[in-house]
């Protein structure tokens, strides 16, 4: 199994919501990624988690929490969004944290309004 | 700090015209080299990758060779189809990081 997986793949959220991003891999990688794309523009990474430790965080606001509850799984939980925050949010995941091949999920498109 | 620059699109061609997208990049230590394509509404997916100079990564047509002496990482497709048309990604990582760095990504597309 060489798949990243997202759910869900739309969602549409208030600003006063809470909401979960959730991604998942079965290729025993240790590091898992949260990144951010807007239209037309590069992914930039948001968060990098290895061996389940937080290991990089991009200056993200608070209002996106990330989790990784085991080796397999990554959340990412988001409350009191902005619009500028709609984007489409795709998670990754390697072998290792260094130089190692990413592999991306399919993504999920948030629109908040 | 490391940086990769792509040639702007919208690269428009007609189908089984030669392609290349040119792709450079500087860096600290030793790369490695990506490819990624993005179909329109998905995920990011790698297209091809080489991890040191000389190397020659390919992979549905496409090809790119990893030139240190020139620090480019140029795409080739000798014959492009409808279906090749994406928006396409030059990234690269340094050893000992976990970050990708990724150019600012180039449209192809291909009419009939």
Not at chain 2, 79 to 97: E, H
Request: glycine share 8%; with cysteine; net charge neutral.
């Amino acid at each position: 199994d060489t798949e990243v997986t997202q759910t869900p793949k739309h969602l549409v959220m208030g600003m006063t919501n809470k909401k979960s991003l959730k991604c998942e891999q079965h290729m025993g990688h240790r590091a898992m990624y949260w990144y951010k794309q807007k239209a037309k523009k590069p992914p930039e990474l948001m968060f990098v988690y290895s061996y389940e430790k937080l290991s990089i965080n991009e200056s993200v606001p608070s209002r996106f929490s990330p989790e990784c509850p085991n080796s397999s799984l990554l959340n990412l939980h988001l409350h009191a969004l902005q619009p500028e925050d709609s984007a489409l949010y795709l998670c990754a995941s390697s072998q290792g944290s260094g130089a190692d091949l990413q592999f991306f999920g399919p993504g999920t498109r948030l629109t908040v309004l | 700090g490391d940086s990769v620059t792509q040639m702007e699109g919208p690269v428009t061609l007609s189908e089984e015209a030669f392609l290349t997208i040119n792709c450079t990049y500087t860096a600290t230590g030793y790369p490695s080299l990506f490819w990624y394509v993005q179909y329109p509404g998905e995920g990011l997916q790698l297209l091809l990758k080489a991890t040191k100079a000389d190397d020659k990564g390919s992979n549905k047509g496409f090809e790119a060779t990893y030139r240190k002496e020139t620090t480019s990482f140029h795409l080739e497709k000798g014959s492009v189809q409808v279906s090749d048309s994406a928006v396409y990604f030059c990234a690269l990582t340094t050893t000992g990081y976990s970050t990708l760095t990724f150019g600012k990504g180039t449209m192809l597309l291909v009419s009939p």
